[in-house]
């Protein structure tokens, strides 16, 4: 048998093995082999369906999602008696998921099944979630491409196509010309490192102004039109969704009974913090700032002891 007769037999039952659907029959015994050298034909075969199983495995995957749809967009999921909800049969025969996390798959397994059948392999999950918008806003086809071409030119220069590299690919189709897909200069940038936007320095606290026991603190009261006022969801009844109770401009004075409560609160948040007062007042200060929750703020910025 000729070379040539022995690849095209290779090749004609990798086919096969693609066209039947995949069993567990298909995946070969796990046994102690000692063998060397290049893979002999029956080895090779061997490979070829554990690479099978390793794409059925991710094939499964978008059609998960394709299922979850059509069973949404059929109305199929409520039941028999025709009052299950979403989230009841989610419950009942997806291992209670989200809804969130089914809408996930049911935005993703379009691409999934392109990118799939583009390259004869399908993609890793975050390769997929990296490219979906892009696909929405231009069409699955063309990001499929792209994505073939940038695995088979990271395979020819010896280059790992990562979950960073693809979403610089994202990067590009949403801000390049895609016309041309032989484009080498850009496929070739997208391997390089992606440049993080610079920190900016923290700001130093100012040194806190000493007040003495007893000593209220004025201040002034900004109108929300001025560009330094935030909202800060209290309607004037004290009830979520409204404005302030006062939003008239003009000096106020906070109480020196309030500033004493105040105060003692935030030494028992920067006790249970493990820093300071002083460091914790001036945390209070940069979370009202930023609209977020004190208790939030500290756990992401401080360092104990500080």
Same mark, same amino acid.
């Given at each position: 048998?000729?070379?040539?007769?022995?690849?095209?037999?290779?090749?004609?039952?990798?086919?096969?093995?693609?066209?039947?659907?995949?069993?567990?029959?298909?995946?070969?015994?796990?046994?102690?082999?000692?063998?060397?050298?290049?893979?002999?034909?029956?080895?090779?075969?061997?490979?070829?369906?554990?690479?099978?199983?390793?794409?059925?495995?991710?094939?499964?995957?978008?059609?998960?999602?394709?299922?979850?749809?059509?069973?949404?967009?059929?109305?199929?999921?409520?039941?028999? /008696? $025709?009052?299950?909800?979403?989230? +009841?049969?989610?419950? &009942?025969?997806?291992? =209670?998921? !989200?809804?969130?996390?089914?809408?996930?798959?049911?935005?993703?397994?379009?691409?999934?099944?392109?990118?799939?059948?583009?390259?004869?392999?399908?993609?890793?999950?975050?390769?997929?979630?990296?490219?979906?918008?892009?696909?929405?806003?231009?069409?699955?086809?063309?990001?499929?491409?792209?994505?073939?071409?940038?695995?088979?030119?990271?395979?020819?220069?010896?280059?790992?196509?990562?979950?960073?590299?693809?979403?610089?690919?994202?990067?590009?189709?949403?801000?390049?010309?895609?016309?041309?897909?032989?484009?080498?200069?850009?496929?070739?940038?997208?391997?390089?490192?992606?440049?993080?936007?610079?920190?900016?320095?923290?700001?130093?606290?100012?040194?806190?102004?000493?007040?003495?026991?007893?000593?209220?603190?004025?201040?002034?009261?900004?109108?929300?039109? /001025? $560009?330094?006022?935030?909202?800060? +969801?209290?309607?004037? &009844?004290?009830?979520? =969704?409204? !404005?302030?109770?006062?939003?008239?401009?003009?000096?106020?004075?906070?109480?020196?009974?309030?500033?004493?409560?105040?105060?003692?609160?935030?030494?028992?948040?920067?006790?249970?913090?493990?820093?300071?007062?002083?460091?914790?007042?001036?945390?209070?200060?940069?979370?009202?700032?930023?609209?977020?929750?004190?208790?939030?703020?500290?756990?992401?910025?401080?360092?104990?002891?500080?």
């Amino acid at each position: 048998m000729t070379a040539g007769t022995s690849v095209d037999s290779q090749e004609r039952q990798k086919r096969r093995d693609r066209a039947r659907a995949f069993v567990p029959e298909l995946i070969p015994e796990p046994a102690d082999l000692d063998r060397s050298g290049p893979l002999d034909v029956r080895e090779q075969r061997d490979l070829e369906r554990i690479h099978a199983a390793r794409d059925n495995h991710q094939n499964a995957r978008w059609m998960r999602g394709k299922a979850l749809e059509a069973a949404f967009r059929r109305r199929l999921y409520r039941g028999e /008696d $025709g009052t299950r909800t979403r989230q +009841g049969y989610l419950d &009942d025969e997806w291992d =209670g998921i !989200s809804e969130s996390a089914a809408y996930l798959e049911i935005r993703e397994w379009r691409l999934a099944e392109q990118i799939a059948d583009t390259c004869e392999r399908p993609a890793p999950d975050s390769h997929v979630r990296a490219l979906v918008d892009v696909a929405e806003a231009q069409d699955c086809e063309t990001v499929a491409q792209w994505y073939a071409e940038l695995r088979r030119y990271g395979k020819e220069t010896g280059r790992r196509v990562t979950a960073q590299v693809v979403a610089s690919l994202a990067d590009y189709l949403v801000s390049e010309s895609t016309s041309e897909l032989d484009n080498m200069f850009a496929l070739d940038s997208m391997f390089a490192p992606r440049q993080l936007p610079p920190t900016k320095p923290r700001k130093q606290p100012s040194e806190p102004t000493k007040r003495s026991a007893g000593e209220p603190v004025a201040g002034k009261v900004l109108t929300p039109g /001025d $560009g330094s006022f935030q909202n800060f +969801g209290m309607s004037r &009844d004290g009830e979520p =969704g409204g !404005s302030p109770a006062s939003t008239e401009p003009g000096s106020w004075t906070l109480s020196a009974e309030h500033v004493d409560q105040l105060s003692a609160w935030l030494a028992v948040q920067a006790r249970r913090a493990g820093i300071s007062p002083d460091r914790a007042a001036d945390f209070l200060m940069e979370a009202l700032a930023n609209d977020v929750p004190l208790r939030d703020w500290i756990q992401a910025h401080a360092e104990p002891g500080r």
